[in-house]
């Protein structure tokens, strides 16, 4: 079996998973990033995206993130979402609601950087929705 490591991801609503797990991918502002045992400290803004958790049990659950920070250290990963559901509670019609709002974001953007970013979001937004 495969080394484990503490795993915490908090919503602002409440603690959603606290326990060991093998493997978790999170969807980092910078691109999708494998977490382990013994990973390297490493400090990550989310975007929008699956963030995938591996148990060792054969069991993978995702999450539906809405942004946030990720915390690795050799022991432990933190996650704190801005919003976070799981995957078999993801109501499509509240993903097509923030789509909508990314298109919004878009239009109203009054700079190329902040549109880029939204551009970036319904991007990702549209992957999910799929």
Known sequence: MADTFKFDL???ERLLVSGEVTQVVVPGSEGDFAVLAGHAPVLSTMRPGMLEIDDGDAKRT???IGGGFAEATPERLTVL????????????????????????????????????????TLDHLQQIHA
């Open 10 to 12: 908090v919503s602002p």
């Open 81 to 120: 979402a801005e919003e976070a559901v799981a995957e078999a509670d993801l109501d499509r019609n509240v993903l097509a609601q923030s789509i909508q709002n990314a298109r919004e974001d878009i239009a109203d953007a009054k700079d190329d950087a902040t549109r880029a970013q939204a551009q970036e």
């Open 62 to 64: 995702r999450y539906f």
